[in-house]
């Protein structure tokens, strides 16, 4: 007991210290390659890659877990991420491709979430694991302060040399005192999807089109719109920072003091419908003050819905595949991010900027659709007492 008291803040600076160096990608590469002359669309290109990946990772990742256990996984992920920013210190493109492909691998989450799952009480559960989630988020907007103003000052590569450091401590850090735990259920990677819950799939949907109608105007279409308001790219920066911030402190806020007698499924229905309007309202944002109010707006009710998606996760996965449960989960979750950001750059550039806020509220709606498949409170509440009577792992 002594020795797993810590687990959870180990996973937490692990997690958090890949987010930061994501989040200072976020500024560092278009920054620094705009400035080389690159073209935007290939630079659009390198972050295309890494979304990309990410709809494949949660699966591999789930596998690894399953089959290497939590502690080998978690390791080798952050050593990757440390390893991988060197790459930006060889000039061939070819490395940077493989840099944003291999970095979008290496979901994170999953190799988080599963020690939650397992380590720690029940009842503290919803609490630490969308306080992880959250402030992964304010790590991100932390990240991109951090590597905005060091890229002003260093070279890209030490810039990165800097971060990487931060990801190999939390490694050799997990190396001496994170307890492993190997999961008994072997699975056949042919039968995974059909062994795992409708709940949990039906959950990850309805997540994944929430996470694509974020996307759908969040990622390209936010900084673009902004620029057309007449904001500076500096302005931009900070306003995209500051929105990840939000959202991961709304989280973590909101999972302290949330009343779960509130049923879920209904609540995440409620949340989706709401969302609905306040989409449609961003393309009537005709100034910067009042979309910015709409923007944040749209945040605070996302975070407040991902609150219960993120408790749900951890209900719905069985103790004896968490990691599969969870791969599918996440899986799910990312596979209309990509579909979001493409789709509304197309839409954008034949229509204009309001058909990406259409196109956001769609999949809002069939996101609050997809949640009245999900069970009622009472039967998850059976379901996950027998998941956790039923636990088959071993405890390293």
Known sequence: MERTKWTIPIVALGYWSAALTNGALRVIVPIYFASRGVSISKIAFLFFLF???????????????????????????????????????????????????????????????VYVKHFSAKENQRFLINMMLGLKEASKGVGMIGGGLLIAILTIENTLLIFAAFTAVSALVAVKYLPDLQEQVKMPVLKIWGAVDKKIKTLGLSFGLLNGALDAWGVVVLPVYLTHLGVTPTLVGTVMMAEYVFQGLIVTFFSKYVNLRWEPRKLLMLAGLLLVPVSLALSFAATLHLFLIVVFTYMFLFSGAMVYYNHLMIEYASAEKTSLDLATYTTLS??????????????????????????????????ALTCIALPKAAAQKDQAGNDYRTESVTVR
Request: aromatic share 24%.
């Open 51 to 113: 979304k990309f990946a990410e709809i494949f990772a949660p699966f591999g990742i789930g596998v690894m877990l399953n089959r290497w256990g939590y502690k080998r996984t978690f390791i080798t992920g952050l050593a990757i991420h440390s390893v991988i920013s060197a790459f930006y210190m060889v000039p061939n493109f070819f490395f940077l491709y493989l840099e944003r492909f291999v970095r979008g691998l290496l979901y994170m989450a999953d190799m988080s979430a």
């Open 334 to 367: 990312n596979i209309f991010k990509p579909i979001g950001v493409f789709t509304s750059g197309v839409l954008v550039e034949s229509f204009g900027f309001g058909f990406a806020y259409y196109l956001s509220a769609l999949f809002v709606l069939f996101s």
